[in-house]
């Protein structure tokens, strides 16, 4: 592709197309640029585009969208893959992006800073040493839209170190970043200081100054993260000195009149609160002498902080802040005064409880942004959740105190309530929440709280004021209280009475009919996470024939909330669908003639626009268990499952809907696994799609393969003479040449040529079993791997079972004479131990066998000399423990985002995992077939052997001998 005007022109065009409402403009305009971004030139057309002022905005800025997109998908290389972006291309696009992302508009300024990022996390330092000294270069401009270009881009680049896990080559870059950056970030921090008083009166000059310290103050914390830079460390007091003036400072020109969004000042004073709680948290001992200081600061400011939702996060932080102070035995002193306590709880900890006007909005307008603060715990720190924290830690070590003063807030909260509910209704809803906080010792995502505080009485407290809310007639009374009642039976469902948790779920259904979408979303949730608890014994809280008669009510309450507006696509319900069906089970049943279609008719619709990847998956989960309750009791209703979905399942492999294929692949595998023993064939519907299969472009989308595979072998192990009828086993070859080829997906080719060779008749696959076998080596030379050479094994060891041991070694040896000595030494002996896995190792422990004892070859020259050594190796294989150590670094951590980029990752359908199935199933005792194996020889032969092998090894086989009943005289 040519740097052309007409070549600009439509790209620009097809970026228009991009941005459509119109399902039929805007995807074959996404398909074209996919198509042509494998071509040189293209991320360089992009960035010319993004570059022309003259060019539509919205445009220009969709180029840059796409141009992040694109790096995010293909700037990364595997050592085993093809290199998707043109050298020259990668050394222009890192020439000119940072010059063009520091004179763009902010709205691409962020998109370009983003795609350095993900450039720097794959090139810097070692491809892109120079990255750092361009950025530093730029703080002398004096040009603070270039300045702020810069420390975003810093600190897109540096974010990661607050997340990756400690390494020699983390600590490396971290360390060379340091030597580079730490000092211009500071003297650029002191000089923006010293510009808040030369520009003291210049609104506008502050608002750019502030924001810059604002970034500043990220970029410290990024670099400060893993470990204290000795720089930092070194100059603590010009940091914290200048930390605590931005905590205290007053910039009255810079106060915003709106209440929501927070200002600059705001994000700064919140961000330095965030740095100082890092320094409490990790370094703590360097940082004592300016702890009293920052906990001054700090309680002024929560106590004189308005209730304004700008300043939610500010506050969060603060109360963050104190709540670590509080953990460390060193500062409790600074708590544990009842009257401190008690100032604590009354001007901290209850006024930011309290349900706020705006809590209330959100509850009513956006209600899927509450769910996701209130019972998911995003990223969004709420006042409520930090203050719920602080509440714990004090709880944690000043229960008595804290629950005497709570204890009496609590009690007026709800008195207040009672005596004038329609007013008063937000006094309950803070109680509750303080009973919650304070009770809460330990807590986990599967069971909620686990460890409660003796001196709160839980059940006794949900009978006197939960359980009243729940059975009120109106479920749209007090909608705020009846979200609370629910959650709080939810978060503590494993520390009440099963009486009351269990005895719940018929209010819990009747709450799915209410208008809130909060209310009937925790409804749901708190169903599905009642059903799924466990008993001490491991099993299910509730069982199935339980749940019957309620059957009906739940299932027509859960189906009836997707078709209320705003629910169509609710997680939460369908995840309690997906439970519901999976506690019936055949239960189910008598419902699924209604309610299949309902379900199919939901993925057709989701199929045009998919934008809820959990509402997604719990659909095709609810899906696969809906076959499989079925199809278990009535076998001919596979072909009612395959007319109802295979309409929408073509649909969605002609309109390419890629989030949705890997899940298509799973059903129709798990639909032909099923009906494999009901069906000598395959039916023609399934084999008129096998030879679209073989497809290489599938096999582009990383999301794909696992499924894919899964179904490849599906057709192999039920219908390999259809298989060959079509002529298709070259294809098939194919797949497992690009399979072998990749170390993310060696695995996958192993599993799939295992298979082939399973079921393929040995004649059939003989002209190709050697090319086979010299691709095998070929990639044990080249690129061997801990995890390619353990699936070698296996898988010789199953060739050696399915067609002969001795064809294993005329095999072998026909690529190269006396290659299987090489074989046995650097392959069997070398590596035996690292295989893993229960049939993995059972193959491998029937295959040696097999060579030891049913191979003529072995007890001559030369593979005699490795007799003993291999016997050992297997004797070991049986007694030693297994190595699990690491894989070495060539294998770790494929990071299947970066493999993939924006396409759908490969979701695992639970209800529709293929059971792991042994093919050696009539072997039970795996010494003891060797030791039967070993019986066939002559005693004088079998006394010599034990004399060539270690003695404990010897020991061992004598024991095996013993126990089959062969004497070694």
């Known amino acids: 592709m040519e740097l052309t005007d007409d070549n600009l022109f439509t790209l620009s065009e097809y970026l228009k197309h991009t941005l459509s409402p119109d399902v039929d403009v805007r995807r074959p305009a996404e398909k074209f640029l996919e198509s042509i971004e494998l071509n040189q030139n293209y991320p360089l057309l992009l960035l010319h585009l993004v570059d022309k002022s003259e060019v539509d905005l919205t445009i220009r800025v969709a180029g840059a969208i796409a141009f992040k997109n694109y790096i995010k998908r293909n700037w990364k290389t595997e050592e085993d893959s093809v290199n998707k972006i043109h050298d020259q291309d990668r050394i222009t696009v890192k020439k000119l992006i940072i010059n063009l992302m520091l004179h763009s508009p902010d709205s691409i300024q962020k998109q370009l800073s983003d795609a350095v990022s993900v450039i720097g996390r794959h090139d810097f330092p070692a491809q892109w040493p120079e990255l750092i000294d361009q950025m530093v270069d730029k703080f002398n401009t004096g040009d603070f839209h270039i300045i702020n270009g810069v420390l975003h881009t810093a600190h897109s680049l540096f974010k990661r170190y607050r997340y990756e896990f400690k390494s020699e080559v983390l600590w490396t870059e971290i360390k060379y970043v340091l030597d580079k950056f730490a000092k211009p970030l500071t003297d650029l921090f002191l000089a923006t200081m010293n510009l808040t008083q030369v520009h003291a009166n210049n609104v506008q000059a502050l608002k750019v100054i502030y924001n810059s310290l604002a970034i500043l103050c990220?970029?410290?914390?990024?670099?400060?993260?893993?470990?204290?830079?000795?720089?930092?460390?070194?100059?603590?007091?010009?940091?914290?000195?200048?930390?605590?003036?931005?905590?205290?400072?007053?910039?009255?020109?810079?106060?915003?009149?709106?209440d929501e969004e927070a200002g600059v000042i705001e994000q700064l004073k919140s961000q330095v609160c965030d740095n100082v709680c890092l320094y409490a948290q990790k370094y703590d001992e360097e940082f004592q002498q300016f702890l009293p200081q920052f906990?001054?600061?700090?309680?002024?400011?929560?106590?004189?902080?308005?209730?304004?939702?700008?300043?939610?996060?500010?506050?969060?932080?603060?109360?963050?802040?104190?709540?670590?102070?509080?953990?460390?035995?060193?500062?409790?002193?600074?708590?544990?005064?009842?009257?401190?306590?008690?100032?604590?709880?009354?001007?901290?900890?209850?006024?930011?409880?309290?349900?706020?006007?705006?809590?209330?909005?959100?509850?009513?307008?956006?209600?899927?942004?509450?769910?996701?603060?209130?019972?998911?715990?995003?990223?969004?720190?709420?006042?409520?959740?930090?203050?719920?924290?602080?509440?714990?830690?004090?709880?944690?070590?000043?229960?008595?105190?804290?629950?005497?003063?709570?204890?009496?807030?609590?009690?007026?909260?709800?008195?207040?309530?009672?005596?004038?509910?329609?007013?008063?209704?937000?006094?309950?809803?803070?109680?509750?929440?303080?009973?919650?906080?304070?009770?809460s010792k330990g807590q986990t995502q599967k069971h909620g709280v686990t460890q409660s505080s003796d001196l709160?009485?839980?059940?006794?407290?949900?009978?006197?004021?939960?359980?009243?809310?729940?059975?009120?007639?109106?479920?749209?009374?007090?909608?705020?209280?009846?979200?609370?009642?629910?959650?709080?039976?939810?978060?503590?469902?494993?520390?009440?009475?099963?009486?009351?948790?269990?005895?719940?779920?018929p209010q819990?259904?009747?709450?799915?009919?209410?208008?809130?979408?909060?209310?009937?979303?925790?409804?749901?949730?708190?169903?599905?996470?009642?059903?799924?608890?466990?008993?001490?014994?491991?099993?299910?809280?509730?069982?199935?024939?339980?749940?019957?008669?309620?059957?009906?009510?739940?299932?027509?309450?859960?189906?009836?909330?997707?078709?209320s507006p705003g629910s169509e696509e609710n997680e939460y319900i369908m995840k309690a669908i997906m439970r519901s069906f999976a506690t019936l089970q055949e239960a189910v049943v008598p419902f699924l003639a209604d309610l299949l279609p309902k379900l199919t008719q939901k993925i057709t619709i989701v199929a045009r626009n998919p934008s809820r990847p959990n509402f997604n998956h719990y659909l095709f989960e609810t899906l696969s268990i809906s076959?499989?309750?079925?199809?278990?009791?009535?076998?001919?209703?596979?072909?009612?499952?395959?007319?109802?979905?295979?309409?929408?399942?073509?649909?969605?492999?002609?309109?390419?809907?890629?989030?949705?294929?890997?899940?298509?692949?799973?059903?129709?595998?798990?639909?032909?696994?099923?009906?494999?023993?009901?069906?000598?064939?395959?039916?023609?519907?399934?084999?008129?799609?096998?030879?679209?299969?073989?497809?290489?472009?599938?096999?582009?989308?990383?999301?794909?393969?696992?499924?894919?595979n899964r179904l490849l072998q599906a057709f192999v192990s039920n219908g390999s003479n259809q298989v060959i009828a079509q002529d298709k086993i070259s294809g098939l070859l194919g797949v497992f040449q690009k399979l072998i080829a990749s170390k993310a997906n060696d695995h996958e080719g192993f599993l799939l040529i295992q298979t082939i060779i399973e079921y393929f008749p040995p004649d059939t696959l003989k002209p190709y079993i050697k090319q086979v076998f010299i691709l095998l080596f070929q990639r044990l030379s080249f690129s061997k791997t801990t995890k390619f050479v353990k699936g070698l094994i296996v898988l010789f060891c199953f060739y050696a079972i399915r067609y002969g041991s001795m064809d294993l070694v005329s095999m072998i040896d026909s690529i190269q004479p006396q290659m299987f000595g090489m074989v046995i030494e650097r392959v069997f002996i070398a590596d035996l131990q690292k295989v893993s896995g229960e049939i993995e190792r059972k193959i491998t422990a029937i295959g040696v066998s097999n060579v030891l004892t049913s191979c003529p070859s072995m007890l001559e020259n030369p593979y005699v000399a490795y007799y003993p050594r291999l016997l050992a190796s297997l004797i070991e294989f049986f007694e030693l423990p297994h190595d699990e150590t690491q894989l070495p670094e060539d294998q770790q951590d494929f990071d299947m985002a970066d493999v993939s980029g924006y396409q759908a990752a490969y979701s695992q359908l639970v209800f529709a995992r293929k059971l792991k199935r042994d093919p050696l199933a009539s072997i039970l005792d795996v010494r003891l077939y060797l030791a039967k194996g070993l019986g066939t020889m002559e005693p004088s032969q079998l006394r010599g052997l034990l004399g060539q092998i270690p003695e404990p090894n010897a020991n061992h086989l004598r024991n095996y001998l013993q126990t089959a009943g062969i004497t070694v005289a």
């Open 508 to 563: 819990m259904i009747r709450h799915l009919s209410a208008a809130s979408p909060v209310v009937h979303s925790y409804a749901a949730c708190a169903i599905e996470k009642i059903l799924v608890l466990k008993s001490q014994a491991n099993v299910p809280l509730v069982k199935g024939e339980e749940i019957a008669p309620l059957a009906t009510d739940l299932l027509k309450h859960l189906f009836g909330v997707l078709d």
């Open 218 to 258: 990220k970029v410290f914390y990024s670099l400060n993260f893993q470990d204290l830079p000795e720089f930092f460390e070194d100059n603590m007091s010009v940091w914290m000195s200048n930390f605590h003036n931005l905590l205290t400072v007053n910039v009255p020109s810079l106060k915003t009149g709106d």
């Open 295 to 439: 906990v001054t600061a700090i309680w002024n400011l929560l106590t004189s902080t308005g209730r304004q939702i700008k300043y939610d996060a500010l506050v969060s932080n603060a109360l963050q802040f104190l709540a670590t102070v509080a953990d460390r035995s060193q500062y409790r002193n600074l708590f544990e005064d009842a009257t401190t306590l008690s100032s604590i709880c009354e001007k901290v900890i209850i006024p930011n409880m309290e349900f706020r006007k705006s809590d209330n909005e959100l509850f009513e307008d956006n209600p899927e942004e509450y769910i996701r603060r209130d019972i998911e715990g995003s990223d969004v720190d709420t006042r409520r959740r930090a203050a719920c924290d602080l509440v714990k830690v004090l709880s944690k070590y000043f229960e008595d105190k804290i629950m005497e003063i709570f204890g009496a807030y609590i009690q007026a909260m709800l008195q207040n309530y009672l005596t004038k509910p329609a007013e008063n209704w937000r006094s309950k809803d803070a109680a509750i929440y303080l009973i919650t906080s304070s009770a």
């Open 627 to 708: 076959i499989k309750v079925v199809c278990k009791s009535n076998p001919d209703a596979f072909v009612s499952f395959e007319q109802a979905l295979f309409p929408t399942f073509q649909g969605i492999l002609q309109q390419d809907v890629q989030e949705f294929i890997p899940y298509v692949f799973q059903i129709l595998a798990l639909l032909m696994e099923l009906q494999a023993s009901y069906r000598p064939n395959i039916p023609d519907s399934y084999m008129a799609l096998f030879p679209c299969l073989l497809s290489p472009v599938l096999f582009e989308r990383q999301g794909n393969i696992h499924p894919l």
């Open 456 to 505: 709160v009485p839980l059940p006794q407290f949900a009978a006197q004021h939960i359980e009243p809310e729940l059975t009120k007639p109106d479920v749209n009374e007090f909608p705020v209280l009846k979200a609370d009642a629910i959650k709080f039976i939810m978060i503590f469902r494993s520390i009440l009475p099963r009486e009351q948790v269990v005895g719940s779920l």
